[in-house]
């Protein structure tokens, strides 16, 4: 059974920083490309961020590009999400999540199976 656990959520002020984590059980984690998406309340969840199954590729949703950086460790089973120069809009539930397929898939439905979210609030 798949298990995906997000943490590393709270609040904090713009212009400030956050890592959140993904600790990943009960897969081969190293073989599955993995992702951060976000969510608001009332609207889709939000694609993030990508990263291949070595980490050495990563996609970036262009509200992220150059503030945000995921990263992964498959000695761990661990992914991250480094977010900095956090805005009032990057206020969401931030949720990882795999999928096998490659970068340019960013709809929620191609990705397969999903943590709880950790809520992030950026206050201005």
């Known amino acids: 059974q798949v298990q995906l656990v997000e943490s590393g959520g709270g609040l904090v002020q713009a212009g400030g920083s956050l890592t959140l984590s993904c600790a990943a059980s009960?897969?081969?984690?190293?073989?599955?490309?993995m992702g951060w998406f976000r969510q608001t309340p009332g609207k889709e969840r939000e694609f993030v961020a990508h990263?291949?199954?070595?980490?050495?590729?990563?996609y970036y949703a262009d509200s992220a590009k150059g503030r945000f950086t995921i990263s992964r460790d498959n000695a761990k089973n661990m992914l991250y999400l480094q977010m900095n120069s956090l805005k009032p809009e990057d206020t969401a539930v931030y949720y990882c999540?795999?999928?096998?397929?490659?970068?340019?898939?960013?709809?929620?439905?191609?990705?397969?199976?999903w943590g709880q979210g950790t809520q992030v609030t950026v206050s201005s």
């Open positions: 990263i291949s199954v070595s980490g050495r590729d990563t």
């Open positions: 999540a795999t999928t096998t397929k490659p970068y340019f898939y960013t709809r929620p439905f191609h990705y397969d199976d």
């Open positions: 009960g897969l081969t984690f190293s073989t599955y490309h």
